[in-house]
C-alpha cells in the first residue's frame, strides 16, 4: 500500500509536470487579456523575508514561498504547523512532549534544535532557552493573512536560528470579521479580527484574537521506556507503567493581538500562550491518564517602529521592542513506584518555571545608490536575561526521594538555566543588491554577531537571479548560516559550539497564465551539529552532508478546476556513521485538486506523503513505514447570508497508520531500547467544522 502511495504520489506530479506545462505554452499565443492580468497580479507579489527590501517572491535570492491565509482555508489547514507542512522540502512533526516541530530538508527534530527562525508580523519569536515558539505554531488559519517562508540559510539578514529557514507570519489587520469552530475530541474555535482606519489620516488599528482547545484524540499508546528499563539488574518496571494507554494530547491556544499605523509610525502588542498535555512524557514514560501533566509557553510583545525618508534616496527605519517569555511545567516524570536506584513511592514529581526577557533595537538604513545599486546596513543589539528560574521536586539532584516537594534552581545542581544567566548580542549587515544588467541582479551580503557568551560569527551570502524573460527565471545561491546553542543546552555543555551551515542552492521558475512550475537543487554542510546524548546531555557531532531536489507546479485547467502540488528529495548523510540521519525521510509530497463549480462552493481534496524514516544506528528495527493521508474540505460561501462562510471537512479520511518516530533510549545500568516500541501514533479520521463571517 505504501509503494502504491509513493508511485501515485510520483506518476501524477510528474504528469502533471510535462502535460500541463506543454498545454501552456500550446496555448500561450491565444491567452486573452484576462489572463494576461491575472499574470501581472502573479509577477506583483512582493516580500521582504529574503532582503528587507521589498521585492518580487520570485526575483529574491533562494526560494520563497508566500502561502496566502484564504487559500490554506479553502484546503482546510487549520493552523500555521499545518500549513508548513505543505511547503516543500518541510515536514510538520511533534516531539515527545508535544511540541510542535518543522523539519526543514530534514534538518531538525529534538527539543532544543530550534533551526527554523520564527517571526510574527516581523518579530523575531524564538526563545533563548530551546529557539522554539509553540504559540505562533498553534495560531489559527482564521487569524492570518499569508505566511511568507524562505528555504535555506537566513543568517546574513535575520541572525540567530535562522539556520534552515525563516518563517514570518502575517495577521489581518485590515478585515472585520468573527470566526467560530468545533471538531471531534471535544475541540472548539473563537475569535475575530477588528479594525478602525482613516485612510485620510494614515491610520489603522486592529484587533486580533482567538482562543481554541482540545481534549486530543483518544489514542492508545503500546509499550513505553519502563518496560524494558532495568531489565539488565532483573527488575520489572513495566508494572508500574502507564502503558499501553492514552497519550495526553489536550492543547488550548489563546492570543491576542494589536496593531497601530499612524503615517510613519507603527506600534504591536502580541501576546500568545498555548498549553498542552505532555503527550509521550518527558523521559519517554507515559503521563498518567488523569491528564494532569502540563507544558505550557507564553510570550508577550511589544514594539515600536519610527520610518525616516532623507531623500528621494536614502530611507531609514527604527525598531524598539520588549520579548518576554514565559515556559512552565507540571509533569510526572516516573509514575510511583519506580526502583532504581530507590524506590520512589509517590513517583518523580517536578513543577517547573522559567522567564526570560529581550531588550532589542534595530535600524536598518537603506540608500538607493543608483538605478542599478540598492545598498542596506542594518545596526541591532538586543539583550536576553533569565529573570526567574525554578523547579519543585519531590527528587533531589542526587536522585534521593523527598518527603515533600523543595524548590531547587540550576545552582542547586538541577538541569535548568540559572537565574541571570544572560546573552548580548551586537551585529551589523551590510548588503549590496546590484543589477548588472535589466536582467541580470547580484546580491551580496554578510552579517557579523557579536555575542558575549558564544564568541563572533560571520554569515556570509552570494545571490544571482537571471531572468531570461517575463516568465522563465534562474536563481543561484550560496549562503552560509549559525544557529548558537540554547540556554538549555549549555546548561548540560556550556562550552558547547555554535552549529555551522553552508548551503549551495541553484533553481529555475516558469510563470505562465495557467501553469506555474518551480525546481530547486541544493547541496548543505553542515558542521558542529547539535545533538542529543542518551539519557541526558548534549554535544557537537562530526557533521553532515544534504543534498537534494524540490518540485514545485500549479495548474488551473479552468475556472472551475485547479491542481498544485510539490515533490520534495533530500539525501542525508551522517559524516561519522555514514548512514543517513535519523528521523529523515527521502520522499515528501503534497497534492491539491480544488473544485469550484458555483461561486458559493468550493471543494479540496488533498494527499500528503511522508516517506519511510531511518531510525538511529544503534535501533534494530525496520525503517518506520511511509504513509500518505487524504484530507478533504468543502466551504460554502454567503448560505447563511452575505459574508458567512461555512467549512466543514474530514482529515486523514482513509485511517491512514501515521506514526512518528521513537527514539533509542539508555537505561542508568546503560541498557540500550527503543523508546516506544511501536512508536507515537498519531490519530485517525477525525472531522472538523468551522464557521466565518465578515463585516
Known amino acids: 500500500m505504501k509503494t502504491i502511495h509513493y508511485l501515485f504520489t510520483l506518476s501524477f506530479f510528474i504528469f502533471n509536470t510535462y502535460a500541463h506545462s506543454a498545454q501552456s505554452v500550446k496555448n500561450e499565443h491565444n491567452t486573452n487579456s484576462d489572463d494576461e492580468a491575472a499574470l501581472l497580479m502573479l509577477l506583483q507579489e512582493e516580500t521582504e523575508i529574503a532582503t528587507k527590501t521589498r521585492l518580487n517572491a520570485d526575483f529574491v535570492p533562494g526560494m520563497v514561498t508566500v502561502l496566502h491565509g484564504d487559500e490554506l482555508l479553502q484546503q482546510g489547514v487549520l493552523n500555521v504547523w499545518q500549513a508548513l507542512g505543505r511547503v516543500p522540502g518541510m515536514e510538520a512533526t511533534l516531539d515527545k512532549i508535544g511540541s510542535r516541530i518543522v523539519k526543514v530538508r530534514g534538518i531538525g527534530g529534538s527539543f532544543a534544535s530550534g533551526n527554523l527562525k520564527i517571526m510574527l508580523n516581523n518579530v523575531a519569536m524564538n526563545s533563548t532557552l530551546s529557539a522554539l515558539s509553540q504559540p505562533v505554531m498553534n495560531m489559527p488559519i482564521e487569524q492570518i493573512e499569508r505566511i511568507e517562508v524562505m528555504r535555506g540559510p537566513g543568517s546574513a539578514i535575520h541572525g540567530e536560528f535562522a539556520y534552515a529557514g525563516v518563517v514570518n507570519v502575517i495577521t489581518h489587520t485590515q478585515k472585520k470579521m468573527a470566526f467560530a469552530g468545533i471538531a471531534e475530541h471535544d475541540s472548539s474555535l473563537a475569535g475575530g479580527v477588528w479594525n478602525w482606519s482613516n485612510k485620510e489620516n494614515r491610520f489603522n488599528a486592529s484587533l486580533n484574537l482567538a482562543t481554541s482547545e482540545t481534549d486530543g484524540a483518544d489514542v492508545k499508546q503500546g509499550t513505553d521506556a519502563l ?114 536506584p530507590v524506590t520512589l513511592n509517590d513517583g518523580f514529581l517536578s513543577d517547573g518555571y522559567y522567564k526570560e526577557e529581550k531588550y532589542y533595537t534595530n535600524i536598518n538604513l537603506f540608500w538607493n545608490a543608483s538605478e542599478q545599486n540598492a545598498i542596506l546596513l542594518a545596526f541591532e543589539y538586543s539583550k536576553t536575561e533569565v529573570k526567574d528560574a525554578w523547579q519543585d521536586n519531590n527528587v533531589s539532584p542526587l536522585f534521593v526521594p523527598l518527603n515533600e516537594k523543595q524548590r531547587f534552581t540550576g545552582e542547586d545542581g538541577v538541569n535548568w538555566p540559572e537565574e541571570g544567566q544572560s546573552r548580548e548580542i551586537s551585529s551589523i549587515t551590510l548588503q549590496d543588491e546590484l543589477r548588472l544588467t535589466e536582467d541580470l541582479a547580484i546580491t551580496f551580503g554578510v552579517r557579523y554577531d557579536h555575542y558575549d557568551d558564544i564568541g563572533d560569527n560571520a554569515s556570509p551570502r552570494l545571490a544571482a537571479v537571471y531572468r531570461l524573460n517575463e516568465r522563465h527565471i534562474i536563481k543561484g545561491q550560496y549562503a552560509q548560516a549559525f544557529r548558537p546553542p540554547t540556554f538549555f543546552e549549555m546548561v548540560y555543555t556550556p562550552d558547547i559550539e555554535p552549529e555551522i551551515i553552508d548551503t549551495y542552492d541553484i533553481g529555475y521558475i516558469y510563470k505562465g497564465v495557467k501553469t506555474g512550475f518551480k525546481t530547486t537543487a541544493f547541496y548543505s554542510k553542515l558542521d558542529d551539529i547539535i545533538v542529543g546524548l542518551n539519557p541526558y546531555g548534549f554535544e557537537n557531532s562530526q557533521g553532515a552532508t544534504i543534498k537534494g531536489i524540490e518540485f514545485e507546479l500549479d495548474h488551473k485547467f479552468n475556472n472551475k478546476v485547479s491542481f498544485d502540488g510539490n515533490l520534495s528529495y533530500s539525501d542525508s548523510k551522517d559524516d561519522a556513521t555514514k548512514r543517513s540521519i535519523a528521523g529523515t525521510s527521502n520522499w515528501l509530497s503534497n497534492l491539491s485538486l480544488n473544485y469550484q463549480p458555483v461561486h458559493y462552493f468550493d471543494f479540496s481534496i488533498t494527499y500528503q506523503y511522508v516517506g519511510s524514516k531511518y531510525r538511529e544506528q544503534n535501533d534494530p528495527r525496520d525503517k518506520l513505514d511511509a504513509y500518505g493521508v487524504v484530507n478533504l474540505a468543502a466551504t460554502f460561501s454567503d448560505l447563511l447570508g452575505k459574508g458567512t462562510a461555512l467549512q466543514i471537512g474530514v482529515n486523514n479520511l482513509f485511517d491512514e497508520d501515521v506514526r ?19 512508536d507515537y501514533q498519531r490519530s485517525n479520521s477525525w472531522w472538523w467544522a468551522r464557521f466565518q463571517y465578515e463585516f
Request: cysteine-free.
Open 660 to 678: 512518528y518516530p521513537a527514539p533509542m533510549t539508555t537505561d542508568m545500568t546503560g541498557f540500550s531500547f527503543p523508546a516506544y516500541e511501536e
Open 227 to 340: 518496560h524494558l528499563t532495568g531489565a539488565q539488574v532483573g527488575m520489572n518496571q513495566s508494572a508500574i507503567s502507564y502503558a499501553p494507554g492514552r497519550a495526553t494530547e489536550d492543547r488550548e491556544y489563546h492570543s491576542l493581538l494589536f496593531n497601530l499605523d499612524y503615517h510613519d509610525f507603527s506600534l504591536s502588542a502580541q501576546w500568545l500562550e498555548d498549553e498542552n498535555g505532555a503527550h509521550f512524557g518527558t523521559v519517554d514514560v507515559l503521563p498518567p491518564p488523569n491528564g494532569n501533566d502540563h507544558y505550557k509557553n507564553e510570550f508577550k510583545t511589544l514594539e515600536a517602529m519610527q520610518q525616516f525618508k532623507f531623500s528621494d534616496t536614502i530611507s531609514s527605519d527604527v525598531k524598539v521592542g520588549w520579548l518576554e517569555y514565559v515556559n512552565k511545567f507540571d509533569i510526572t516524570a516516573l509514575p510511583p513506584g519506580y526502583s532504581f
